[in-house]
Every structure is written in structure tokens, then in C-alpha cells.
């Protein structure tokens, strides 16, 4: 370690439970009770975890509205030699939470980042949807907008790795519409909701039925949720598309949707409903390109 290192504090980034306040670990306990400072999201949300297990230390806010100037402010305190752990409201800090300028910064004056791992909301839903978790993408939160997030998920349609982001209580349902639209309509989708509190619970069901059993309890709509996608099914080696299915498939897009054209080219041609999907999402870009 270079003496410019030693003088500097350390920056902790700690992982904090995504709600049972029991899952916390005990060093993650352990260096909040020593360090000089805590940067937290959300002062006031953290008071009542911190006030459990008798963490009395400063508390500094930095979330996405100052992130960028409270990032300076900490890297002074670190090369003074403070110690600083950064929390987030709920999980493990940066996964879709403030801190990135913090820590981008840290490394780069040289300031030594240490993680103490704990809870995370992508990882605690996925390990027990039922999906394979061996690949996966995670995507952060969906576009609010109905067009932007349909676009979106025609992106991802022919994604092969297991699909997770997380969404809000008062676009869930719309999310979980869209879904159905988009995607073929036996694809696996798990939606976990209010994960380690009282509530919780995972609705499983193909795309096309996942709207109904959304539909069926008000408490589904209400919380916060992680909605995992079954990732598209791999290519065979050999998914050339014949000159007819591709005639077929043009003539289609002018009148349907990509998933209808998809479907109806595979009943007319026999082709496979995911080589027809890919090729018809290449066609829409391709004239998207042109215009």
C-alpha cells in the first residue's frame, strides 16, 4: 500500500436489508458503529435501522439530486483520513441507487473501496423465481412510457439470458400488459413482490395468463416488485428462413403488429415463431434506418 493510500480513509459501501431488518450482517453492523460518517439516501428512512442496533454516528445525505457536489464534499473528508460508509434506502449501494460519481471518484484519487455484501433485491427475487439464474441481465428500471417501454421490450424478445429489472407500484400492471403483448405468449414470467416483509409473495404464469392473475388481488399491485423474463430460447444452428416465409412475413408487417406477423407467418410457413420474431424486429430496424 503507497503512503498517499494510508492517509486517506476508507470508503465502505455497505449493504443494508431490503426490508426484514434482521438481514444485516454483523460486520456490515460492526463498521457502521466505527466509521467517521455515513452517507445515506435517505437519512430519515435509515434512522430506524440504524437506531436498532445503536448506530450513532453522523449521518450525511447523498442521493440523485446532489450526488454530484456530495460526491466532492466526501472525497475531502476521505483524504483528510475520515472513514465513510455509503448506504442506500434498501440493498446493496449503486444497484439502481445513488453512488456511482462517489466511488468513480474514490478510485480514481486513489482511496481504498471495500464492499460489505449483504441483501440485493435482483439477486434475493431471482434465486427464488424458478428461472435459471446461471445468465441473466439486469436492467434497472423499465421506461415509464407505454411506446418506450413496448419498444424496449421488443428489444430484449430475443434475449436468451433470464430478463430482471425492477418496476413501480403504479405501473405494474401496464408493465405486466406490455409483457403480454410483446412477448410470445408461453414465455415464463415471475413478478416478486414486497421480498423479506410481511407480504411477500411471487406470481409465476406464462405471459399471456400473467395479466389476469395480476388482475385478481388489489394487494398485487401494491409494494415493490423485481419482474424476471424467461430468456428467449437459444437458436438452432441452422434458422435460415426460406425466400416464402420472408415474403410472407413482409407482407404481415404491413398490417400487423411484430408479434402478430410472427404468429400468423409461423402458421402459415411452419417456420419457428422466434426466427420469424427476430427477423421481422431486423425488417422494423432496417426501415427505421431508412426514414
Known amino acids: 500500500m503507497q503512503a498517499s493510500e494510508r492517509m486517506n480513509g476508507v470508503l465502505y459501501l455497505v449493504a443494508t436489508p431490503i426490508g426484514n431488518l434482521g438481514d444485516i450482517s454483523l460486520r456490515a453492523?460492526?463498521?457502521?458503529?466505527?466509521?467517521?460518517?455515513?452517507?445515506?439516501?435517505?437519512?430519515?428512512h435509515s434512522r430506524p435501522l440504524l437506531d436498532r442496533y445503536g448506530i450513532d454516528r453522523?449521518?450525511?445525505?447523498?442521493?440523485?439530486?446532489?450526488?454530484?457536489?456530495?460526491?466532492?464534499?466526501?472525497?475531502?473528508?476521505?483524504?483528510?483520513g475520515q472513514c465513510i460508509a455509503l448506504i442506500s434506502d434498501a440493498g446493496t449501494p449503486l444497484i439502481n441507487d445513488p453512488g456511482f460519481p462517489l466511488v468513480s471518484r474514490a478510485r480514481a484519487a486513489g482511496i481504498i473501496v471495500t464492499p460489505v455484501p449483504g441483501a440485493c433485491a435482483l439477486v434475493t427475487a431471482l434465486s427464488a423465481?424458478?428461472?435459471?439464474a446461471a445468465r441473466f441481465v439486469f436492467e434497472g428500471f423499465a421506461p415509464r412510457t407505454g411506446a418506450a417501454r413496448r419498444r424496449w421490450f421488443e428489444s430484449l424478445v430475443a434475449e436468451e439470458r433470464t430478463l430482471v429489472f425492477y418496476e413501480a407500484s403504479h405501473r405494474i400492471r401496464d408493465c405486466i400488459a406490455d409483457i403480454a403483448t410483446v412477448f410470445p405468449e408461453d414465455r415464463g414470467v415471475v413478478v416478486a413482490r414486497e421480498l423479506t416483509k410481511l407480504h411477500e409473495n411471487f406470481v409465476c404464469a406464462p405471459a399471456a395468463d400473467m395479466p389476469a392473475l395480476m388482475d385478481?388481488?388489489?394487494?398485487?399491485?401494491?409494494?415493490?416488485?423485481?419482474?424476471?423474463?424467461?430468456?428467449?430460447?437459444?437458436?438452432?444452428?441452422?434458422?435460415?428462413?426460406?425466400?416464402?416465409?420472408?415474403?410472407?412475413?413482409?407482407?404481415?408487417?404491413?398490417?400487423?403488429?411484430l408479434k402478430s406477423a410472427a404468429g400468423l407467418a409461423a402458421r402459415i410457413t411452419g417456420a419457428r415463431r422466434e426466427d420469424l420474431y427476430r427477423a421481422a424486429l431486423e425488417l422494423k430496424h432496417a426501415e427505421g434506418d431508412r426514414v
Open 58 to 80: 453522523p449521518l450525511f445525505a447523498l442521493h440523485e439530486h446532489n450526488e454530484q457536489q456530495a460526491s466532492d464534499r466526501l472525497i475531502d473528508r476521505l483524504k483528510a
Open 216 to 257: 385478481r388481488a388489489p394487494e398485487n399491485s401494491k409494494g415493490e416488485f423485481v419482474v424476471m423474463i424467461e430468456g428467449a430460447k437459444p437458436e438452432p444452428a441452422q434458422t435460415g428462413l426460406s425466400p416464402e416465409a420472408l415474403r410472407v412475413l413482409k407482407l404481415l408487417l404491413e398490417e400487423c403488429s
Open 29 to 44: 453492523v460492526e463498521i457502521l458503529k466505527s466509521v467517521d460518517l455515513i452517507a445515506a439516501e435517505d437519512t430519515r
Open 129 to 132: 423465481s424458478g428461472l435459471s
